[in-house]
Structures are given as C-alpha cells and as structure tokens.
C-alpha cells in the first residue's frame, strides 16, 4: 500500500470502509500520516493492522488494493 492507492479495509465486527491514500484530504481519504494511513503504508492486501486512533484502537484487514 502507498500514497494513491484506494484501499477497502475490513474491522474486526466485518464493516468495511474505502479509502484513498492521500495527502490531500477530502472526502472518502485517508492521510498517510493518520492512524489509518499510518498503519497501512507498506502493507499488503491480506495484512491486518493495528490503527491507533483517537476514539481507541483497533483491528483492520486489508482486503482490496487498486492503482
């Protein structure tokens, strides 16, 4: 996973959420230097990462990578 990259990652209750990777901002993105984008950068589509977060920590697989 790297900036640019559209990432589908899954929580551990099986809710998904599409993100793009970018530094930007906007609707429906994830800074690189968020929780979320942190703990995805490098990654690769089966991983599941620890996203420490504000609001409390959890668990995300990624399940789905596009250019």
């Known amino acids: 996973v790297h900036?640019?990259?559209t990432i589908v990652v899954e929580n551990e209750s099986g809710d998904r959420i599409e993100v793009e990777l970018s530094?930007?901002?906007?609707a429906g993105t994830a800074s690189p230097t968020s929780p979320l984008g942190a703990a995805v950068i490098g990654k690769?589509?089966?991983?599941?990462v620890d996203v420490v977060?504000?609001?409390g920590a959890w668990k995300a697989t990624i399940?789905?990578?596009h250019d």
């Open 3 to 5: 900036v640019g990259h």
């Open 23 to 26: 530094p930007l901002g906007g």
């Open 44 to 48: 690769r589509v089966g991983d599941t």
């Open 53 to 55: 977060a504000p609001r």
């Open 63 to 65: 399940v789905e990578l």
